[in-house]
Structure formats: C-alpha cells, structure tokens
C-alpha cells in the first residue's frame, strides 16, 4: 500500500545532540502523527497535528504539519539515551475513517 | 491508565493451524484497526471497523483471514490455515473519529511464528 517517504531510515548520534527527521508524501493530509516504538512494544503516540503550519511541542520534542500539507517533521532536542527506538510518522485523510498511512521508520541510536 | 489490550503476545504455531488473537479496545472508542509489522513491509494495514461495523479490509488475505468485532469489547482476527510468511507482529488500535481529531492508541502487539 502507499506509504509516507521518512527519512532518515537511520540515524547515530551522540547524547546531548538535536535530532531532525521528516516525511513527505505527494498528496495531502488532514492530520500527521507521530510515534515511537520501543522493542516488543507498539507505537505510542508523541505528537498530533491537526492545521497546515502547526507547530506542537510535547517535552524535548517538536513536530510541525508542513504548510502544504504534503509533510511533516520530528525534532528531539538534547537527545538523552532513552530516546532509542524506531519513531514513524503517519498520515490521515479526509474521509478515511481516521485511517493512517505509516512512513517506513526512522531508528534512532544515542551514544552515551 | 486506558489502553488497547491484545491477546496473546506471543503465539508459536504450526502451518496449517488455525490463530485467533484478541483485542479489547480502549473503552469508548468507535474504531479499531488492525495492523501488520513486518522488517520488509513495515506496518501495513489488514482491516478496520466503524462502530463494529467493516469499513475496508482490502488488506487482508481473504482466503485466509478474517476480520470481526463480535460486541464493542472485542476485536478478533483469525488466520486459517496460517502460513509461515504469516509470520509477523500483529497490532490492534482504537480511536475515537468523527471529531476532527483522529488519532490511533496501539496495543502491545502480538508477536505470531508460524514454523
């Protein structure tokens, strides 16, 4: 099925530095999501946007709903540790029935 | 705290045999979606329900899965007769839509090996 393109598939970095990551799609989306997903575990949601040009933090992350709605982005400032895991972005239509369309992941590795 | 609650987490089978596992959506929600998570594939969606009723399962096998929401509690998706490239991790999730707010809560998973 469509997916989001995400990029980077994936990233190593070292404590305490900023993390960027993106998705992008060809058509529009009403809303992006993104999640993490830690091993054995599934996604658990970060952030949700939901207007064009939306900019939403929760904690050490920041996300933004692209202004023309064709993508989105993921910060994580002062990257600690626990922030290792896969984290995918998602998009939903309109009248979709609230359906998301996932990108292919981004795995972030930190470095003590 | 409310959460998405699936059943088993693991299940080690052999081909040919019948899985069921379960999902209890999170109390209150209207939908609830399936998934499958695969290295190759990613997540890919199989099947999603409105108010108990299907709205699209255009991504499931037919021959073999099935889909169904018996009561507004239960979610169950079968595999009959499984197949070892059935091999994969199954979510179930639930939301609320129709608000202008859509958003998924995923359960733990259920991690399936057909051998």
């Known amino acids: 099925g469509q997916q989001l393109n995400q990029s980077p598939q994936s990233m190593f970095i070292q404590e305490g530095e900023d993390v960027s990551m993106n998705c992008t799609s060809s058509s529009i989306f009403n809303t992006w999501l993104w999640y993490k997903q830690d091993p054995g575990e599934g996604p658990v949601l970060l952030i949700a946007l939901y207007k064009a040009g939306e900019l939403t933090s929760n904690g050490r992350l920041t996300a933004q709903f692209g202004i023309t709605r064709k993508d989105s982005f993921l910060n994580i400032s002062a990257s600690i540790p626990s922030d290792v895991g896969i984290y995918f972005c998602a998009g939903v239509r309109r009248n979709q029935g609230g359906k998301l369309i996932f990108g292919q992941g981004t795995e972030l590795s930190v470095k003590p | 705290d409310a959460r998405v609650t699936q059943t088993p987490r693991h299940k080690v089978t052999e081909m040919g045999q019948e899985v069921t596992m379960r999902c209890q959506p999170i109390?209150?929600?209207?939908?609830v979606f399936w998934y499958r998570q695969t290295m190759m594939q990613g997540l890919e969606l199989l099947a999603y329900f409105r108010n108990r009723a299907p709205l699209d399962d255009s991504g499931m096998p037919k021959d073999r899965f099935s889909a169904e929401m018996p009561d507004a509690t239960l979610a169950t998706l079968k595999i009959q007769p499984s197949e070892p490239r059935d091999s994969a991790v199954y979510f179930c999730?639930?939301?609320?839509?129709?608000?202008?707010?859509?958003?998924?809560?995923f359960g733990s998973g259920t991690q399936l090996s057909v051998l």
């Open positions: 109390l209150g929600h209207n939908t």
């Open positions: 999730a639930s939301g609320l839509e129709g608000q202008g707010n859509e958003k998924l809560f």
